[in-house]
Each structure stands twice: as structure tokens, then as C-alpha cells.
């Protein structure tokens, strides 16, 4: 893994450990970008429509084109199974974890045009329930993102700190737990924000706190595919996590949000 390098050309473990994330850009060759965006649209168009509506999130409830997140993507297309367990998002996982990993999910992102909401500063981490939180989450830009779309914030160097921060309920489909004491002097000067074109990678560790805007363009969406992986020394507090979930679900279905 020595050979690849972030966007500003360092090796990818010593930024990591620095900011709590890094860039590879890009990913993936034009070719396999144009065939993964390909597949997105298949199972968009034949394959949601038979989800399960728990893996099924919506901006607009009443719009089922308005697709904003889509859960376990690997078990739905060869390809995306290929992308999460043998492909490169899995072996940076591994180099900037120094670790074997778990892949765990894989997910489809999007602000529909115009009524994108904003992702809510929020730490992975927290609904993880691992003991370490040793995990990773990969992002594969599918098109031009840009402040105008929502594209993604860091707080470099957040990873470094103990725990976790506050956190409360959000309201946000997708990111049901935001941060409650974001915001302040050392938050905003060490926010860095990544736009970027189609096969853009984002990798961030689940300590590290980020964020993105609405998507304010009236004609653009904003898709990407999310990886998650969980270091293999982790272990995952299982009654914890399906307690978490079951109220989530519950609360979203009683919302009508599902």
C-alpha cells in the first residue's frame, strides 16, 4: 500500500494519524468510475423499489425518487460486493487501521436537488458501540461535489481526542445523532472542506467529527457510495447496537420518516 498516496502526495498513514482523515483522488479510472455509476443507476431503477423500507431512506416521503440513503448495497450487486470486500477501499481500511478489517456496510448517499438537507456534525463512533473504536468510513464522490451540493467537512486532528462528544437526537433521516456543543473557536479553524470530482475517496476514522451543507443547486444531486469498515480487534457491543437500532427504527416509522 506504500504506492498510494492522498491528494497532496503523502503516504496515507502519517496524514491519518494526523488530520483523522485522508483524500485519495482519484479512486478509480474513468472507465471503472463510468461502470460503478452504472450499476447505482440499476439498482436505483430494479432494485429499490423490492428493499426493505428500513433500507430504504427517503427526503420527501411521498417521492419515491427522492432517494437519499440506501443500507447494505453489497448484497444487491456483484459489483458493489467486489468494491467492499477485495476492492481498494478495503486495503486502505487496512493499511490506515494497521489492521485486518470487518467490511460492514455499504451504503448509497445522496441530496436530491433542492431538498437535500444537511448532514449534522456527528462523530461515527457513537452509534458504533465498539470497544476500541477502531473503524473507518470510506466515501466515493459519484459526481462533482462542490459548498454549493454539500460536499463533505472535517475538523482535522479531531480524532486524536478521547471519546466521543456530545451528541442528541437530530431529526435527521440517515444521521439520527448530531453533536449538541459543535461550533466552537477551535471547531470552525480546523474545518476543512473537500470538493471534488467523480472518484474522489474520502476515508475518515469514526472519532473524527464531520459534517456537509444542504444541497442548494436546483438541478444537481450529490451521490456517493459509503464504506464501513470495523477493525478486527474491535468488538462490538451487540446488545447495545440492536437496542440502539430497534428504538431508531421505531422512532423513524412512528415519524412516518419509513
Not at 485519495?24 to 431503477?45: G, K, Q
Not at 456534525?121 to 464522490?141: I, K, M, N, R, S
Request: aromatic residues 10%; proline residues 7%.
Amino acid at each position: 500500500m506504500s504506492e498510494v498516496l492522498t491528494r497532496e502526495g503523502e503516504q496515507l498513514r502519517p496524514a491519518f494519524d494526523r488530520d483523522g482523515y485522508v483524500c485519495v483522488s482519484p479512486l478509480h479510472d474513468r472507465a471503472t468510475m463510468t461502470a460503478i455509476v452504472a450499476e447505482m443507476d440499476r439498482v436505483l431503477r430494479d432494485v429499490v423499489p423490492t428493499m426493505p423500507r428500513e433500507r430504504v431512506y427517503l427526503e420527501d416521503k411521498d417521492d419515491p425518487t427522492s432517494v437519499k440513503q440506501l443500507q447494505k448495497l453489497f448484497e444487491y450487486s456483484d459489483l458493489f460486493h467486489d468494491l467492499m470486500f477485495d476492492g481498494p477501499a478495503r486495503r486502505i481500511a487496512e493499511e490506515v487501521l494497521r489492521d485486518e478489517v470487518v467490511p460492514m456496510n455499504m451504503q448509497y448517499f445522496n441530496k436530491p436537488p433542492g431538498i437535500g438537507q444537511p448532514t449534522p456534525p456527528h462523530q461515527d463512533g457513537y452509534y458504533f458501540h465498539l470497544d476500541p473504536c477502531e473503524a473507518v468510513t470510506g466515501w466515493l464522490a459519484l459526481e462533482d461535489v462542490d459548498d454549493e451540493n454539500g460536499c463533505i467537512h472535517y475538523v482535522r486532528g479531531s480524532n486524536r481526542a478521547e471519546g466521543f462528544r456530545a451528541h442528541g437526537f437530530s431529526g435527521v433521516l440517515g444521521f439520527s445523532q448530531g453533536m449538541t456543543d459543535f461550533g466552537s473557536d477551535a471547531d470552525k479553524a480546523n474545518t476543512v472542506a473537500f470538493p471534488g470530482g467523480p472518484g474522489t475517496f474520502l476515508m475518515h476514522h469514526a472519532r473524527t467529527i464531520h459534517w456537509a451543507g444542504p444541497n442548494r443547486s436546483p438541478t444537481r444531486s450529490r451521490r456517493a457510495l459509503g464504506f464501513i469498515y470495523y477493525g478486527k480487534r474491535a468488538r462490538l457491543d451487540v446488545a447495545a447496537k440492536e437496542a440502539y437500532q430497534k428504538r431508531l427504527d421505531e422512532r423513524l416509522k412512528a415519524e412516518g420518516k419509513i
